[in-house]
């Protein structure tokens, strides 16, 4: 798995439910297996810092395989509670069989350093020092790029940023939604959800096993998105709504949408979803399609697949409008274990330009009186609040109002702008969500 995520740049979660069904895993034998191949890929900073002073010439000349099961033998042994003796027998073993004998030499005397130290000894050996440099020392500590760390550090300040990282590492709890009028939170099971009215978190077992959720009546979504979608359907309108259409501009895969549609379908209006990419336009349609009938479920005009830059719809005739900009997703680290490691600086400004482009071109589809709900999975303050910033420097038509009733009266959630919302893992359990409502006001 480790090499698919490395050469064929696949995702870590959605390799691993195959590699556990081709190996016939479960229970135990599957949740040892995840947390070696997932905290191996979330902790490589750390482990790569360590590796490094057990090995007398520069990572990048090590083979690439041999890399793979270094990180994987360091991972058992430094925080898997592993036993020394078999964490190194076994990956040792594995180097014989899937690399050489040679290699198995090497990455046992490598293992065997890096045995000698507890993790907080190594961390305290090869980090810089905390107060000389926190940056250096916390991107090696939490396992995070160092430009990652900065990012992140000036957005939620650097007070908290040790805890920030700290809960980027670790995996979170499902959260299922239920779409309502569709499902009920009671169906579900679990305890409710702090914030929004329609999740409950998952205790055990698989969301497959939820009646609900395999129905399509109910899905697995984070909190914070589940309040993305409320943040734009509580918005106040003003005026008078002839056409009762909203829009989510970027809807692949669709979990958004599937709770638009549904609290579209409340209000007497009727959602039309959005997507680029033409197969994630087909997971949109296959996420507002109702699994029993066929037809498209409550509250769905139509699914597009289109620019959302220059999409084919007429300038204001839509009430709400989501905006969900694709990002960095820098805000999401905790679900995807090697999202860290793909992201790179250069991909902020092309992110930048195009978040600018949608929302514009979002403002430009809203009727006098409608609502455009900009958000991101992302903290990033270029991403956020730069871009709504200067959205609004170029328009004299649109105007940021404070997101209001249930999103707006969640605590500790003020946004880099005042009535904006950004929520955080360490705070709220959700992911780094960020949240601006802006009406289209009529020309002058
Ligand atoms: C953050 S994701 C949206 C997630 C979605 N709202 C959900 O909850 O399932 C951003 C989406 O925007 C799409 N996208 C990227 N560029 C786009 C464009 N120019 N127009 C429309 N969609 C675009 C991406 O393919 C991606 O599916």
């Not at 709890?173 to 929004?196: K, Q, W």
């Not at 992201?343 to 992110?351: F, I």
């Not at 959630?413 to 601006?436: C, E, K, N, Y």
């Amino acid at each position: 798995m480790l090499k698919a995520v490395r050469v064929d740049e696949a995702y870590a979660n959605l390799v691993l439910p195959h590699v556990l069904g081709r190996l016939a895993l479960e229970g135990r034998d599957a949740a040892f297996a995840t947390e070696l191949a997932s905290g191996t890929l979330r902790q490589q900073g750390t482990y790569d810092a360590v590796l490094a002073a057990c090995i007398d010439r520069p990572l990048t000349k090590v083979e690439a395989k041999v890399l793979d099961v270094l990180r994987l033998g360091a991972h058992q042994v430094l925080s898997m509670r592993v036993p020394d003796h078999a964490a190194i027998s076994t990956t040792v073993d594995l180097t014989r069989s899937k690399i050489g004998q040679g290699p198995a030499g090497f990455v046992n005397a490598v293992l065997r350093k890096v045995t000698r130290k507890p993790l907080e000894d190594w961390i305290a050996e090869v980090a810089p020092a905390r107060e000389e440099d926190h940056d250096g020392w916390a991107a090696v500590a939490f396992s995070h790029p160092r430009w990652v760390v900065e990012r992140l550090a000036e957005a939620v300040g650097r007070d908290e940023v040790d805890a920030l990282l700290e809960a980027d590492n670790v995996p979170p709890a499902v959260t299922l939604v239920a779409r309502p009028g569709r499902a009920t939170v009671d169906e579900l099971g679990g305890p409710p959800t702090r914030y929004s009215p329609y999740g409950v978190t998952l205790g055990s077992g698989s969301p497959a096993g939820v009646t609900a959720v395999a129905d399509g009546r109910a899905g697995v979504q984070d909190e914070g998105s589940q309040l993305v979608a409320l943040a734009l359907a509580e918005a106040h309108l003003d005026g008078e709504s002839t056409a009762k259409a909203w829009l989510d501009l970027c809807a692949g895969p669709g979990g958004k949408s599937a709770l638009l549609a549904a609290l579209a379908a409340q209000q007497g209006a009727a959602l039309v979803a959005n997507e680029r990419q033409p197969h994630r336009a087909g997971l949109v349609l296959a996420n507002l399609t109702d699994r029993a009938s066929g037809s498209p479920v409550a509250g769905v005009a139509g699914v597009v697949a289109g620019d959302g830059t220059n999409p084919p719809f007429e300038d204001a005739s839509f009430d709400r409008v989501l905006v969900d900009a694709p990002c960095t997703g820098l805000g999401a680290l905790r679900r995807r274990p090697e999202a860290r490691w793909r992201r790179a600086t250069a991909d902020l400004d092309v992110l930048v330009d195009l978040q600018r482009s949608l929302l514009d071109r979002a403002l430009d589809l809203t009727r006098p009186g409608g609502v455009v709900l900009y958000a991101t999975c992302s903290p990033v303050l270029a991403e956020t609040r730069d871009v709504v910033n200067r959205v609004l420097e170029g328009r004299s038509d649109a105007s940021l109002e404070p997101v209001a009733a249930t999103v707006g009266a969640v605590p500790d959630s003020t946004g880099p702008i005042a009535g904006t919302v950004q929520l955080w893992p360490h705070r709220h359990g959700t992911d780094a969500m960020f949240m601006a409502l802006l009406r289209r006001n009529p020309t002058g």
